[in-house]
């Protein structure tokens, strides 16, 4: 099942990104992205993409009343933070809430969980557990054992000495890219962490991460 995505963000280097990210899944294609709600609204009529990638400010309306208009699965991808706007996003039908600029590894996990949603829900007649275990597998969050919470103690420690990239964290505890990666990613949406884009002369941006 191919599952096609609208990124809907008025900034062509984010939307660009997020365009890489979403590619990057097996089972997702990306649609040309767009920069305002009336282009959005063109493209979904024409297009008829299965999940929209939502920013909330858009030059000429609102991401989430687009969003609920349009009655699409949805992730709102945002700056604010703010609890009035995330309650908003999130009442109004948003499947996920993501702050940016945001881990790599944010996103993707949340667009395989949305793949396996997906598959569970194809089904013609659901049990009650079907759709219990659907709802698990979008919302479901992740082990809290103690090899985790240790790893992530140490990861703060690295970052008590400053700011640094998730190849430079994983040096300084001695864990693996990926590892360290996963690890800040979590952090970051549980909102121990926060996540900079820094951006160089050539190439995708680099990630920093900071203790709050």
Known sequence: MTVHVLIVDDDF?????????VEARPGFVALP?????????RAIS????????????LPDGDGIELGRESGIDRFVLS?????????????SGALHYLIKPFDPAALHDRLDRYARYRNLLAAGELTQH?????????????????????????LLGALAEGEASSA????????????????????AARGVVAVTLRYGTAGRPEHRYRAK
């Open 33 to 41: 992205p767009v920069r305002d709600a009336a282009s959005a609204r």
């Open 130 to 154: 079907a759709i219990d275990r659907a709802g698990a597998v979008l919302h479901g969050g992740q082990s809290t054992s103690p090899v985790r919470e240790g790893t992530q103690q140490l």
């Open 79 to 91: 700056a604010a933070g703010d609890g009035a706007t995330v309650r908003r996003a999130l009442a």
């Open 46 to 57: 024409e297009d008829r993409p299965d999940l929209l990638l939502l920013d909330v400010y």
């Open 168 to 187: 430079e964290v994983a040096e300084r505890i001695g864990v693996s890219r990926a590892t360290a990666q996963r690890h800040l990613s979590d952090l």
């Open 13 to 21: 280097r984010v939307s660009g990104i997020h365009r890489d990210l």
